[in-house]
């Protein structure tokens, strides 16, 4: 990889995984457990899909999916490295978890932009 | 240390200890940091889940009812409960570690470590609680 992009994945992991430390796991619980399985009243879709029309609503939610990509995209590779002892396949692990982590966020982009109420 | 070491004459083999793929079950702490390592897979499991959401709710009431039922399956029930738990892992890993990684100084003087972890478990509580009003409120 080259050397001067290495602070900028560094950034994103320590940008993403603090994200995903914050407000993951009431989303997680909420939207993942919670609202679906019934313990608690889920949301109406009309007042979910007005929020979500809010710009700064849509930029919340490009934030929470996206870092936390590049927070996988980065940890994800040391741990392929350390924990399968795949060091020869430096490249193409680093091309596929961050190639990955750049098409998740694009997508995300391009969904959250149609999204506008 | 094996007993099988073999050397050939005048050409000593370097003494290499294979390490084994499961070298992180020798001890607990090498556990904690695989499994660490390992919350990263369900955090990105989240992030898709989160963006399969929005996507169906772009699509319309019906889609985002079918997403609503598919999460009702045991599958994702049982995916869910399991990222929860990995999850859950990563913040409290992630704002234990925070003091070691980033060092506040105040009036040239380091702030203490419990204090900046304090910091990050109130924005967490405050944050988690503020999520879950706007989501409950309708």
């Not at chain 2, 992180?24 to 904690?32: A, Q």
């Not at chain 2, 049982?78 to 060092?103: E, R």
């Not at chain 2, 380091?110 to 988690?128: F, I």
Request: aromatic share 14%; hydrophobic share 55%; with cysteine.
């Amino acid at each position: 990889m080259a050397r001067p992009i290495t602070p900028l994945l560094w950034l994103l992991f320590s940008a993403g995984g603090t994200v995903a430390a914050l407000l993951f796991p009431v989303h997680l619980f909420l939207n993942g457990l919670a609202f679906p399985l019934g313990w608690l009243p889920a949301p109406r879709y009309e007042s979910l899909r007005s929020l979500v029309g809010h710009p700064l609503t849509r930029l919340y939610l490009l934030v929470l999916v996206s870092l936390p990509l590049f927070h996988w995209a980065h940890r994800f590779r040391y741990t392929l490295y350390d924990g399968l002892q795949l060091k020869h396949l430096t490249v193409l692990i680093a091309v596929l978890c961050y190639g990955a982590a750049v098409v998740g966020s694009l997508l995300a982009a391009y969904t959250l932009w149609n999204m506008s109420s | 240390m094996s007993a099988d070491v073999r050397y050939t004459p005048y050409h000593p083999r370097w003494y290499r200890r294979r390490v084994s793929v499961w070298w992180w079950l020798e001890s607990r702490s090498y556990t904690g940091f695989v499994l660490r390592e390992l919350t990263s897979v369900f955090v990105a499991f989240f992030a898709v889940l989160l963006l399969w959401q929005i996507r169906a709710l772009g699509h319309g009431p019906e889609a985002y009812a079918r997403v609503l039922a598919r999460l009702r399956s045991p599958l994702f029930v049982t995916l869910n409960a399991l990222a929860l738990a990995f999850v859950l892992f990563h913040s409290i890993t992630w704002f234990n570690l925070a003091p070691k990684a980033m060092v506040v100084r105040l009036k040239g003087k380091r702030v203490p470590d419990l204090l900046v972890a304090g910091a990050n478990y109130a924005a967490w509580v405050v944050l988690s609680a503020a999520v879950a009003a706007i989501l409950l409120r309708g």
